[in-house]
Nanobody, 114 residues
C-alpha cells in the first residue's frame, strides 16, 4: 500500500523560504517520477514541479527560478525548496506520482503572509 506523507509547511513572510518533504512508502518511489502539486482555496489542484528517476526536472512557469525539486532514493523522500515566496504561493502542497496518481496524502499548508 502506497502512503504519501508531506511535511515542512508553515507561515512565512513574502520573500522567505521553506523546504517541504514527502516521504513515500510502498514501491512506487524507485520506479517512477514524482511531483509536487498545490491547491489554493477555491482553486483546483495544480502542478508545481516534477523529477524523474534520472533527476530531470520540470517546473510550472509560476515557480521557475524560485523552487527546486530534489529526491533522495536512500530515504524514499522528495523535497521542494521554495525561495522568494510570494503571497500567491499560499496553498496546501501535495506530492504524488505524475500522470498516474495514487491516493493523496493530507498535504502540508504553506501560508505566505506579511
Amino acid at each position: 500500500q502506497v502512503q504519501l506523507v508531506e511535511s515542512g509547511g508553515g507561515l512565512v513572510q513574502p520573500g522567505g523560504s521553506l523546504r517541504l518533504s514527502c516521504v513515500v512508502s510502498g514501491n512506487i518511489f524507485r520506479l517512477n517520477a514524482m511531483g509536487w502539486y498545490r491547491q489554493a482555496p477555491g482553486n483546483g489542484r495544480e502542478f508545481v514541479a516534477s523529477i524523474t528517476m534520472g533527476l530531470s526536472t520540470n517546473y510550472a512557469d509560476s515557480v521557475k527560478g524560485r523552487f527546486a525539486i530534489s529526491r533522495d532514493s536512500a530515504k524514499n523522500t522528495i523535497y521542494l525548496q521554495m525561495n522568494s515566496l510570494k503571497l500567491e504561493d499560499t496553498a496546501v502542497y501535495f506530492c504524488n506520482r505524475p500522470f498516474s496518481f495514487v491516493s493523496w496524502g493530507q498535504g502540508t499548508q504553506v501560508t505566505v503572509s506579511s
